[in-house]
């Protein structure tokens, strides 16, 4: 029951962090490894993408209730995602991920360096329609869909990035774009943990229903706040990255 019950704080926190800039893996996968150490790692992978999902989903639509997002890029990329996500998956059983983390590393760093020194990032909508935009939604879902298949970290603040810097959303937009992303590089992964088996449900289930509260919560912060508070909490994530993965790299 202990185990339950600390694992629910850590899915609820993270579905609130995850609703408004990404990041919740930051939270609920380590939770779930230093509370179950000796889980076959499927299985955490698989339960971890159950109760994700669950907190993504109801993010997403509340977001969609409130924001008017434009569907036809937001939908585009998530296709991608969704293909690519599923092949980067793959791929990890013949090029080892770690490989590429120096330079996810470097890309955090310039991404993080970029937000703090251009103010007026994000802060104002600059969407205008073109056919290019949909060119760009493919990149951003293919590429960063095969990067969440692959190695993972930070996939929700890439896409908050990429959404403001080459689509033109502001902070808020994009956050809510990047749910419905998430929602189905979440659900491309569950298409092969749910048939092998690798979820544990009795976990799963009720840290989904803490993850939901945190996202309902984070999404109404998010609302009510506005662009400055994401961008904040969007660095203080990429910070935190930032340092996990140069840890894993120095100690790994």
């Not at 889980?39 to 969609?64: D, W």
């Not at 976990?203 to 912060?221: E, V």
């Amino acid at each position: 029951m202990t185990q339950i019950i600390s694992l629910c704080l850590f899915a609820f926190l993270a579905g609130l962090i995850d609703s408004v800039v990404g990041g919740g893996g930051l939270i609920q996968l380590p939770a779930l490894f230093i509370i179950l150490p000796n889980t076959a790692l499927p299985l955490l992978l698989g339960t971890n993408k159950l109760a994700s999902i669950a907190g993504t989903f109801v993010a997403f639509i509340r977001f969609s209730l409130q924001i008017k997002m434009n569907f036809a890029i937001v939908t585009t990329a998530a296709i991608a995602a969704f293909i690519f996500s599923f092949i980067g998956a793959k791929t990890v059983s013949i090029i080892n991920p770690n490989l590429l983390r120096p330079l996810v590393l470097l890309i955090l760093i310039a991404v993080a360096i970029y937000t703090f020194i251009k103010k007026d990032f994000g802060t104002q909508h600059k969407f205008h329609e073109a056919k290019t935009k949909i060119i760009y939604a493919v990149i951003i879902g293919a590429s960063i869909g095969f990067y969440d298949g692959f190695l993972g970290p930070g996939t929700g603040s890439f896409l908050i990035f990429a959404f403001i810097g080459i689509i033109g959303f502001d902070f808020l937009r994009a956050s809510a774009s990047a749910k419905v992303v998430n929602f189905c590089t979440n659900l491309a992964a569950l298409v092969y943990f749910i048939p092998s088996g690798n979820v544990i449900y009795n976990l799963a289930i009720p840290m989904a229903i803490c993850n939901i509260g945190g996202a309902i919560i984070g999404t109404k912060l998010a609302i009510l706040k506005g662009n400055k508070f994401i961008r904040n909490l969007f660095l203080i994530i990429v910070s935190t990255l930032i340092f996990k993965l140069a840890y894993d790299i120095v100690f790994s």
